[in-house]
């Protein structure tokens, strides 16, 4: 599955990094991509890992989804 999750928060690098960081460790995800300049995060995804866990992990990482 691909998802694309709109997320207000993200300044420069290193929210970046965060980001793929913690949707990375969701078991499930293939890729994660994020776009600072358009504050989109792109998710390739399949089972166990759901819309909502990505989600999860964005507002753990700090971030707001939109
Ligand atoms: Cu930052």
Request: aromatic share 6%.
């Amino acid at each position: 599955m691909k998802e694309t999750f709109q997320v207000s928060g993200m300044s420069c690098q290193h929210c970046v990094d965060k980001i793929e960081k913690f949707i990375g460790e969701i078991e499930g995800v293939q890729l994660v991509d994020v776009d600072l300049s358009k504050k989109i995060v792109n998710v390739e995804f399949e089972a166990p890992a759901t819309q909502k866990s990505i989600s999860d992990a964005i507002l753990d990482a700090g971030y707001e989804v939109d």
